[in-house]
């Protein structure tokens, strides 16, 4: 895969863990909530960004894929590569790390820009787009081995 970028940094929160001893599943998908705000604050979408141009990002699919067990505070940190764009979407691959590097969750999201003075999709803004030029980008043919697949269950042979 190309280079992604650290979007977020954090601990696993005492509150964050489970009956099981490790982070559990919601809060998972809360870090990559997280991420994406952090990515939005990158691209120039932060709470003055989305103000300044009545325009802001929705979510429009997620899958979580949980790999490996995180810890009470143990450090984590997400990293985000673009597997696709247009004018109103992007296509994003989050991994969830450890301080060994570790992949401990991934998360695939479809994103679609809204105009909030609407409340329809509507392209990114100019200033945004230039600054989502300087996100990293995979090609179609170097994707993330657990990208873009369907869930379900396998037949044994």
Known sequence: MTD?????TGHVLPEWVDYNGHLNDAYYALI????????MDEIGLDQEGRKANAYTIFTLEAHVKYL??????EELHTNVTV???DEKRMHLWFEMKNEEN????TSEQMVMGMDQSSGRPSPFPKAVEE???QL????KDNWPSGANKPMGIRKKK
């Open 4 to 8: 992604s970028k650290q979007i977020w």
């Open 83 to 85: 597997l696709n764009k």
């Open 102 to 105: 570790d992949i401990l969750a």
């Open 136 to 139: 990293p980008e995979t090609a």
């Open 32 to 39: 990559f909530s997280y991420s994406l705000d952090a990515l």
């Open 131 to 133: 600054k989502m030029k």
């Open 68 to 73: 490996k067990e995180a810890h009470e505070n």
